[in-house]
């Protein structure tokens, strides 16, 4: 039985991908927060290894990647869907909410590919990172939740050339808008809120079809996987015309 491990797979589209992959036979190891989501996880069969975790606690993700390493025979495919996103102007943030959004959506993501990296290797594996249109475009009133999504396509595209070597492969999927937690925010200072729960978004999907695009992208061997039309869309656009990119984000994104 191949192994998934899925950061902050407890809830969202962590948990839609989880179900699906245990659909396909996989075991999956889920790391997030503790609380009653983890708790709830637990709920979706006996293929699911639960694992309390704070990705922003150096020791905490090194000795939880080991002791996951320790317990399966394998590590075959890493997701790294962990993050947390920022609403609001620059001119209003304070510094230490820049660092927090990078904390968990960069360094986070880092500390764990750093634990499980040797594992990948052994096992001819992938990693998976989830991205975002923020990630390879602008996104208004998102500098924080960019930056640190512009960081972690660089980081995975420098790992995608210094891992094939080892018959490891490395793909980026960029979600445009989820709807995962619409109405449940969990507003915390300075803008922070849960993935999936902007008021501005358009164009929403649900959780299982950006999980199923998402999947097939792997399976088809896809680098970069823009997920949903207006991801589709905007990936070209910023590419072939940047300048109109940013006069239709202005337009539409405007809260």
Not at 30 to 42: C, R, S
Not at 88 to 99: K, N, Q, T
Request: aromatic fraction near 6%; charge should be neutral; include cysteine.
């Amino acid at each position: 039985m191949k192994t998934a491990v899925i950061t902050g797979g407890a809830g969202g589209l962590g948990r839609a991908l989880a179900q699906r992959l245990l659909g396909e036979g996989w075991h999956v190891a889920i790391l997030d927060l503790p609380g009653a989501e983890l708790d709830k996880a637990k709920d979706l069969g006996d293929a699911v290894g639960v694992w309390p975790c704070d990705l922003t606690e150096h020791d905490q993700v090194s000795e939880t990647c080991a002791a996951i390493v320790a317990s399966r025979p394998s590590i075959d495919l890493v997701i790294y869907n962990a993050g947390i996103t920022q609403i609001g102007l620059f001119a209003d943030m304070p510094a230490e909410v820049h660092r927090k959004v990078f904390d968990v959506n960069y360094f986070g993501a880092v500390e764990v590919a750093a634990g499980l990296l040797r594992a990948v290797r052994e096992a001819g594996g992938a990693h998976l990172a989830i991205s975002s249109v923020a990630g390879f475009a602008p996104l208004h009133r998102r500098s924080a939740y960019s930056a640190s999504k512009h960081a972690l396509e660089g980081f995975f595209r420098t790992l995608a050339s210094e891992e094939k070597p080892h018959g490891v492969s490395v793909h980026i999927a960029a979600p445009s808008f989820v709807a995962t937690n619409l109405g449940n925010p969990e507003n915390r200072p300075g803008g922070i809120a849960r993935p999936g729960s902007a008021a501005d978004g358009i164009d929403y999907m649900n959780a299982d079809q950006a999980a199923r695009v998402i999947l097939d992208g792997v399976r088809r061997g896809r680098a970069m996987i823009p997920v949903g039309r207006v991801a589709r869309i905007a990936w070209w656009i910023s590419r072939l015309a940047p300048g109109l990119y940013v006069r239709l984000m202005e337009r539409n994104i405007t809260n």
